[in-house]
């Protein structure tokens, strides 16, 4: 989309294009499904569809775009199901290795990265590794990857608690900004717009410290089938809202 940052409203301010978009890549399995094809099928089709989605993003000035890939509760799948998305991530990151310093991204990885497969894990150390070199300017996708809001929140807990029995830190200084520094997405902005495609109307445990102020956006289309246009209308929306945070609009 054309000169999107340089939209004015009515009032004639400036529109923003979002900073931080957050996406649950939702749908994958229907996808497949309605096309008689096996469920892995509709993930290969949705990894596609994360590639094209972080490049628009990027090419439109979009700073972070943050993905739901792998939940904490999607272990409940079956082992041949799983291990298709954890292959796919692992395709990506190897690709990702190779190209990220190229194309000027940066990759980060949130959830708890421990019950992941030693390959995989050794993969998104290599990213980060890369991702620590590389400017803080650039874009930057933030793969969520056996994640959970509530388990991120917990392991943010344990460890301010643990930095308080080692006498580093007070319970009485903790406030919003320090516990923010406890979570996945220190350092990044909270999102300012949250998509979820294929017509679910919910979080499923996505980024709950993070929303408290974010714009949703829900769309029927299945992620395998989410794409540039949709995008567009997803920020379209977006910028039509009011955001009062509380306030009172003069
Ligand atoms: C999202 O698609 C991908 C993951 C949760 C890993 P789904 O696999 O949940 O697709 P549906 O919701 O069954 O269609
Ligand atoms: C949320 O989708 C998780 C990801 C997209 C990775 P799910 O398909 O797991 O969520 P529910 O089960 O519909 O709530
Ligand atoms: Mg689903």
């Known amino acids: 989309m054309a000169n999107m940052q ?26 497949a499904t309605k096309r008689g094809l096996p469920r892995t099928a509709g993930h290969k089709a949705g990894a596609e569809t994360f590639r094209r989605i972080a490049t628009y993003c990027k090419d439109i000035g979009v700073k972070y775009l943050t993905v739901y890939a792998f939940s904490t ?23 990702a290795v190779d190209s990220m310093e190229r194309d000027h ?34 874009f930057q996708a933030n793969v969520c990857l056996n994640y959970g809001g509530r ?14 029995a080692a006498g580093k830190r007070r319970p009485e200084e903790l406030d919003e900004a320090m516990f923010s520094g406890y979570l996945d997405s220190r350092g990044i902005p909270d999102p300012e717009l949250i ?7 919910r979080l499923s445990n996505f980024l709950l410290w993070q929303c408290a102020y974010s714009e949703f956006y829900f769309t029927d289309v299945l992620w395998p089938d989410f794409d540039a246009a949709e995008l567009d209308r997803a920020i379209a929306a977006y910028q039509a809202r009011d955001r009062r945070f509380g306030g009172v609009k003069k």
């Open 195 to 201: 998509i979820r495609p294929s017509g679910e109307l």
């Open 73 to 95: 509760e999607n272990w409940k799948r079956s082992t041949e199901e799983v291990g298709a998305i954890m292959g796919l991530l692992k395709r990506y990151l190897l690709e």
């Open 151 to 164: 388990d991120e929140i917990l392991r943010g807990v344990r460890q301010f608690a643990a930095d308080c």
């Open 105 to 138: 991204i940066r990759l980060r990885f949130f959830g708890d990265m421990t019950p992941i497969a030693p390959e995989l894990r050794a993969l998104a150390h290599a990213t980060d590794e890369i991702s620590d070199h590389l400017p803080e300017g650039y």
């Open 6 to 31: 340089d939209k004015k409203d009515t009032a004639g301010q400036a529109v923003r294009l979002p900073r931080h978009i957050a996406i649950i890549m939702d749908g994958n399995g229907r996808w």
